[in-house]
């Protein structure tokens, strides 16, 4: 009997998803990708600025739900205005829901009128797997030493109704306020929600 019950136990914990292995606080792992438009990037080219990671597919309902009202398009604006570098990261692989081709993602930056700093193609998904994003959006900002500052969710409402976005906490907002300020970040790391990344 107890054989059993630690056998389900296990297969229970199994299923559980694993704790993200980037904590704020971290250096945030070095990578090197091409954009939508071929040019390639290494996140170490931005040492000195304050970086935003954002796991992206269009194809998302969670997504649609920050861009169908333009919410993320006028955080990514307002803040690259301010100097910070927003890369918006597609990890589906081909033949995944949200895989797209350069000129793909080109014509989706235009269509949703999005202002991105770049949008990176990661296919194989390896830069997904070293920072364990699990959703899409899955959201990383990274200071000027190249530290992680948070790491999570977008805002405080788990759902897909675009309603929701004017009634939640931003966090990425509220850490980009407070590490632009020089103050501490009030909320270093969330549970993110979406869609599980098609990697």
């Given at each position: 009997?107890?054989?059993?019950?630690?056998?389900?136990?296990?297969?229970i914990a199994?299923?559980?998803?694993?704790?993200?292995?980037?904590?704020?606080?971290?250096?945030a792992?070095?990578?090197?990708?091409?954009?939508s438009?071929?040019?390639?990037?290494?996140?170490?080219?931005?040492r000195?600025?304050f970086?935003?990671?954002?796991?992206?597919?269009?194809?998302?309902?969670?997504?649609k739900?920050?861009y169908?009202?333009g919410?993320?398009?006028?955080?990514?604006?307002?803040?690259?205005?301010?100097?910070?570098?927003?890369?918006?990261?597609?990890?589906?692989?081909?033949?995944?829901?949200g895989?797209?081709?350069?000129?793909?993602a080109?014509a989706?930056?235009?269509?949703?009128k999005a202002?991105?700093?770049?949008?990176?193609?990661?296919?194989?998904?390896?830069?997904c797997?070293?920072?364990?994003?699990?959703?899409?959006?899955?959201?990383?900002?990274i200071?000027?030493?190249?530290?992680?500052i948070y790491a999570?969710a977008?805002?405080?409402m788990?759902s897909?109704?675009?309603?929701?976005?004017?009634?939640?906490?931003?966090?990425?907002?509220?850490?980009?306020?407070a590490?632009l300020?020089?103050?501490?970040?009030p909320t270093?790391?969330?549970?993110?929600?979406?869609c599980?990344?098609k990697?």
């Amino acid at each position: 009997m107890i054989k059993y019950l630690l056998l389900s136990v296990l297969a229970i914990a199994s299923a559980l998803p694993a704790s993200a292995a980037i904590e704020p606080g971290q250096e945030a792992p070095e990578f090197t990708l091409t954009d939508s438009k071929g040019t390639s990037h290494k996140l170490s080219d931005f040492r000195g600025k304050f970086v935003v990671l954002e796991w992206l597919n269009h194809e998302c309902p969670f997504v649609k739900k920050h861009y169908s009202g333009g919410d993320m398009q006028k955080l990514q604006k307002e803040y690259t205005a301010k100097g910070v570098v927003w890369l918006s990261i597609i990890s589906s692989a081909p033949g995944k829901q949200g895989h797209r081709t350069g000129p793909q993602a080109d014509a989706d930056t235009a269509d949703k009128k999005a202002s991105p700093t770049a949008v990176l193609l990661d296919p194989s998904g390896e830069v997904c797997q070293k920072y364990e994003a699990k959703t899409t959006p899955h959201m990383f900002v990274i200071d000027q030493q190249g530290k992680v500052i948070y790491a999570g969710a977008i805002d405080s409402m788990r759902s897909t109704d675009s309603a929701d976005v004017a009634k939640a906490e931003n966090y990425v907002r509220q850490t980009l306020d407070a590490a632009l300020a020089g103050k501490p970040v009030p909320t270093p790391k969330t549970t993110p929600y979406g869609c599980s990344v098609k990697y």
